[in-house]
């Protein structure tokens, strides 16, 4: 009797340490947790005279991950191409249930002149940098990879925003 009990007790802790480890990989998607994730960030544009119309495309490691389109009187689209760094981590995201870390992001965009129809003229061009830095703090049970990714989504989510917004702000 005593040996079947102890054969079950490793048994569910094998079980338990193996759903662990999975879970913690981000193969397993188990997360039951409250957040808190703030973003700071400084930039800086040097934009054009005059509105115009905008294709603003995101790339990060060399893929486009967004596109947005500006419209402003039928004018021709002018390509505005923002480049997303690697992001920086630091802090003990990699703690079961308490994570407190911070996520360092940078962006910089300019226009494009790599359009066949000579639509980059001095008075549309943009350029600009955007950099900051998020602060997360996780209670509960959360992988890595979505610690990560919940502050990779607030990045993007403010560089997007400010390029967009600066972009169509222009008079």
């Known amino acids: 009797m005593r040996y079947k ?14 759903l662990s480890v999975l879970r913690l990989g981000g193969i397993i998607n188990f997360n039951l947790y409250s957040s808190s994730i703030n973003s700071n960030q400084t930039a800086s544009i040097a934009n054009s005279k005059k509105s115009g119309s905008y294709r603003i495309e995101f790339e990060y490691n060399n893929e486009k991950i967004y596109t947005h389109t500006i419209m402003n009187d039928n004018e021709e689209l002018v390509p505005v ?26 962006c ?10 000579n639509v980059f003229t001095e008075e549309n061009q943009i350029s600009g940098e955007v950099e900051g ?16 990714d919940l502050a990779i989504e607030k990045a993007f989510s403010s560089m997007k925003d400010y390029v967009i917004n600066s972009i169509s702000k222009q008079e």
């Open 133 to 148: 830095t998020v602060v997360s703090e996780i209670k509960g049970i959360c992988s890595i990879k979505k610690a990560k």
């Open 108 to 117: 910089t965009f300019k226009t494009s002149n790599m359009s066949n129809n």
């Open 81 to 106: 191409i923002v480049k997303i760094e690697e992001y920086h981590f630091n802090g003990n995201y990699f703690m079961p249930f308490f994570k407190k870390f911070t996520a360092t992001y940078k």
């Open 5 to 18: 009990k102890g054969q079950m007790l490793l048994l569910i802790l094998i079980f338990v340490l193996l």
